[in-house]
């Protein structure tokens, strides 16, 4: 029993001692602790740090909008009949875009012809019994007063004719409304509406916009906007589609927005049939230079978040953590971290 009592524990300790030894690696062979021997095969690669002067390019968020856009809208109150367009679709100025329906203006029309017709006729017979009432006048048959009363007669049925003749061109107005065409050549945006909707004063029907006419327009810190002039050639990205674009200022509106403290600032481009209003794009406008410290990328080793170079100093190769900034083409922007003169080596290892 006392055999039993003491062996068990007595081998458990032991296959814990064994399994500890076994991870601690004393049953594999190791490397016995030492320096590592560093290569110099690439002491000879190396790479003096030196700054350059370079511009300040400022990029600066902006959009792409047409100085020739509208929104058309009906004038008069009627259903519309047919639209003739959709959006996407080009347009030439004078084309018709949208037709309403014009019964009821028609016959408002005749109505008041039929008006002016009658004061016509009116101011004809006016005339004419004036013309003979001062006649009678003149040979003393009748008084004073029915002279008086044909001219006021006269005078009344002319001014009904001018009236009529008014409430005719307003009506022929109100009917030329309901052919709605294009202001100027252009794209159609939008088709806010359909045939057989109500279409009212005011409310939107289409809108369209003239491709020849896009600029580049930004709002730009007051500090920069006044440094530019009217003329000035700057560069645009346009980065859903990967390009590099050239523009000239062609306004500065002359107040700031006092919340933003910025300035308006467009900027006219070239026709590219890829470019919309609408999208995004990016001003590059260069302000004052600045000494920059870049190195080639190949120079440059990342892990993780972290960035390193291998410096060669008094004949050792050390490792340095640096801060980047931005990569352009094959040399990347040292923040901090290095400073000019020093040397660079490819690799430690």
């Known amino acids: 029993m006392s055999i039993k009592k003491w062996g068990i524990p007595l081998l458990t300790v032991v296959g814990l001692l064994l399994v500890v030894a076994?991870?601690?690696?004393v049953f594999s062979s190791r490397v016995s602790p030492g320096l590592l021997d560093r290569s110099n095969?690439?002491?000879?690669?190396?790479?003096?740090?030196?700054?350059?002067?370079?511009?300040?390019?400022?990029?600066?968020?902006?959009?792409?909008?047409?100085?020739?856009?509208?929104?058309?809208?009906?004038q008069v109150l009627a259903r519309i009949e047919k639209m003739h367009v959709r959006a996407g679709e080009s347009v030439a100025q004078g084309q018709l875009l949208v037709t309403l329906e014009s019964a009821a203006l028609q016959a408002q029309l005749a109505q008041v012809v039929a008006m002016e017709e009658a004061a016509q006729a009116s101011l004809i017979e006016s005339q004419e019994t004036l013309e003979r009432t001062q006649v009678?006048?003149?040979k003393g048959l009748i008084s004073q007063s029915v002279l008086d009363n044909a001219i006021a007669n006269f005078r009344r049925y002319d001014s009904e004719v001018v009236a009529a003749k008014q409430?005719?061109?307003?009506a022929q107005t109100a009917l030329k409304y309901t052919k709605i065409v294009s202001p100027f050549s252009g794209v159609v945006v939008e088709r806010a509406a359909e045939p057989g909707n109500m279409a009212s004063p005011g409310q939107l029907?289409?809108?369209?916009?003239?491709?020849?006419?896009?600029?580049?327009?930004a709002d730009v810190r007051e500090s920069l906007a006044i440094k530019l002039q009217v003329g000035r050639k700057i560069s645009v990205e346009i980065d859903s589609l990967g390009k590099n674009i050239n523009a000239t200022l062609i306004e500065i509106v002359p107040a700031a927005d006092p919340n933003a403290r910025s300035f308006l600032v467009k900027a006219g481009i070239e026709?590219?049939?890829?470019?919309k209003p609408g999208m995004f794009a990016r001003m590059l406008i260069e302000d004052g230079t600045s000494e920059v410290l870049s190195i080639p990328a190949n120079y440059l080793k990342s892990y993780g978040q972290l960035d390193m170079v291998w410096l060669l100093q008094d004949g050792e190769i050390n490792r340095r953590f640096v801060r980047?900034?931005?990569?352009?083409?094959?040399?990347?922007?040292?923040?901090?971290?290095?400073?000019?003169?020093e040397t660079l080596v490819l690799s430690a290892i």
């Open 22 to 25: 076994w991870m601690a690696g």
């Open 41 to 74: 095969s690439n002491t000879n690669a190396i790479y003096t740090v030196v700054s350059n002067s370079q511009p300040n390019v400022e990029s600066i968020p902006a959009g792409i909008k047409a100085r020739e856009a509208t929104l058309l809208s009906s």
């Open 136 to 138: 009678l006048k003149d």
């Open 167 to 170: 409430r005719k061109q307003a």
């Open 205 to 217: 029907l289409l809108s369209l916009y003239d491709p020849l006419t896009l600029q580049i327009e």
């Open 271 to 275: 026709f590219d049939p890829q470019l």
């Open 324 to 341: 980047v900034g931005k990569t352009q083409g094959d040399q990347v922007e040292i923040i901090s971290g290095l400073n000019s003169g």
